[in-house]
Antibody
Framework: QITLKESGPTLVKPTQTLTLTCAVS??????????VDWIRQPPGKALEWLAV???????FYNSYLKNRLTITKDTSKNQVVLTLTNMDPVDTATYYC????????????????WGQGTTVTVSS | DIQMTQSPSSLSASVGDSVTITCRAS??????LAWYQQKPEKAPNSLIY???SLQSGVPSRFSGGRSGTDFTLTINNLQPEDFATYYC?????????FGGGTRLEIK
């Protein structure tokens, strides 16, 4: 069974750096086709895609946040880490990590399994 | 970026009704379109991928369709557990983008 679980601080101050960890189980981060994404959702608002890291080390970022985002994976720990610098109150959101498989038939794959999410508030 | 426009933003219906939610892409995305269901305070749950393929375990009353850059999610014979918010998402190109959501409420 594929599971993902996010962890990290619930409260950060403006200008600080947020570090979130996604612990995965039931699959390998190095298995062909595997991707792990980060998505966020501000309170009462829609979903926003942030970044993805793939089994073969390819990484893509939302260009809107690219200068502030870093996604890395630690295959020995089965974890994917997201950092977001210079936090602002508008970054207050629930952050989700998700699993995807790139199908052999084409495309980049949908987000088939989601973690439960972790809520982060940015406030002084 | 590819914009995904969902309509309506909210919808009221009764148990047993059929409803259709529409999602329009600002440019072609082929069939790289997914639908997600989100209940309050819960993570989204994948319903449909490839525009019309149901994820394992999703009831057959859910169906997805496509006409060009217009996509639909239809729910037949609404059940109490179907009242939730629904999002479309394109995964044709980066950045991946979501629709604004459709809140389905009980009438």
């Amino acid at each position: 069974q594929i599971t993902l679980k996010e962890s990290g601080p619930t409260l950060v101050k403006p200008t600080q750096t947020l570090t979130l960890t996604c612990a995965v189980s039931g699959f390998s981060l190095t298995s062909r086709g595997v991707g792990v994404d980060w998505i966020r959702q501000p309170p009462g608002k829609a979903l926003e895609w942030l970044a993805v890291t793939y089994w073969h080390d390819a990484i893509f970022y939302n260009s809107y946040l690219k200068n502030r985002l870093t996604i890395t994976k630690d295959t020995s720990k089965n974890q994917v880490v997201l950092t977001l610098t210079n936090m602002d109150p508008v970054d207050t959101a629930t952050y989700y990590c998700t699993h995807r498989i790139v199908p052999s038939t084409g495309g980049t794959g949908d987000l088939d399994v989601w973690g439960q999410g972790t809520t982060v508030t940015v406030s002084s | 970026d590819i914009q995904m426009t969902q309509s309506p933003s909210s919808l009221s219906a009764s148990v047993g009704d059929s409803v259709t939610i529409t999602c329009r892409a600002s440019q072609g995305v082929g069939t790289y379109l997914a639908w997600y269901q989100q209940k309050p305070e819960k993570a989204p749950n994948s319903l449909i991928y490839g525009a019309s393929s149901l994820q394992s375990g999703v009831p057959s009353r859910f169906s997805g369709g496509r006409s060009g850059t217009d996509f639909t999610l239809t729910i037949n014979n609404l059940q109490p557990e179907d009242f939730a918010t629904y999002y479309c998402q394109q995964y044709y190109a980066y950045p991946i983008t979501f629709g604004g959501g459709t809140r389905l409420e009980i009438k």
